[in-house]
């Protein structure tokens, strides 16, 4: 069973525009959710994570919006760049657990 | 410094071989993971060793044997290995509590022939 589940499986967005990449969760004991960005031949690099206490965070151009309630996040790309096309993957852990459970990613294109 | 070093970066090898994945990290992080990707896939977890102990096996086949001699080196020993087990490689590391920050290597993209 798929513990974080992760839509788009592709998205292509304009230069400028605003991508949008939606996870869901259904375990409640999840309490960290990083969001991940990876280049092709490269590992993973951490983006942006957020905890349950907040509903946003935001860092540059990257912004997380959380609902609890709902058990989703998201992360939005502003203006979003050329240098931004990667995959990208959601992530929810929990605390003192050493387990990340990964979305199943999204391959993000932005067109000049 | 945040880097994870992994080495060789590239490895080809028949189903016969021996060889060894190394993986770096001096961030005094004590947990430390060994991942499995495959193309257009998440990173799928292997193994976990927190304070140079394995707490973490998930049901990996034998012929992948984990080891961690010291609290800053994790490596990855092959044997036998099948040409499906051709993927890219990946070690993390991040502290066993708190943050969870997991920083990840480049990876060891390994081929099976």
């Known amino acids: 069973q798929q513990q974080v589940k992760q839509s788009p499986q592709s998205l292509i967005v304009q230069k400028g525009g605003i991508s949008i990449i939606n996870c869901a969760y259904e375990n409640t004991a999840f309490d960290y959710f990083p969001w991940y960005q990876q280049f092709p031949g490269k590992g993973p690099a951490l983006l942006i994570a957020i905890r349950p206490d907040v509903s946003e965070k935001k860092e540059g151009r990257f912004t997380i919006s959380f609902n609890k309630s709902a058990k989703q996040f998201s992360l939005h790309i502003m203006d979003s760049q050329p240098g931004d096309s990667a995959t990208y993957f959601c992530a929810a852990s929990m605390r003192n657990f050493n387990k990340f459970y990964f979305g199943s990613g999204t391959k993000l294109n932005v067109k000049p | 410094d945040t880097e994870v070093t992994q080495t060789p970066k590239h490895l080809v090898m028949g189903m016969t071989n021996k060889k060894s994945l190394k993986c770096e990290q001096h961030?005094?992080?004590?947990?430390m993971y060994w991942y499995k990707q495959k193309a257009k896939k998440p990173p799928e977890l292997m193994f976990v060793?927190?304070?140079?102990?394995?707490?973490i096996n998930e049901s990996v086949p034998s012929r992948f044997s984990p080891e961690c001699p010291n609290s800053s080196l994790l490596n990855l020993h092959l044997h036998a290995l099948q040409p499906e087990d051709s993927a890219l490689y990946l070690c993390?590391?991040?502290?066993?509590?708190?943050?969870?920050?997991?920083?990840f290597g480049a990876g060891t993209r390994l081929s099976v022939l």
């Open positions: 993390a590391s991040s502290h066993p509590w708190g943050k969870n920050i997991q920083y």
């Open positions: 961030m005094g992080h004590r947990a």
């Open positions: 060793y927190s304070y140079e102990k394995l707490s």
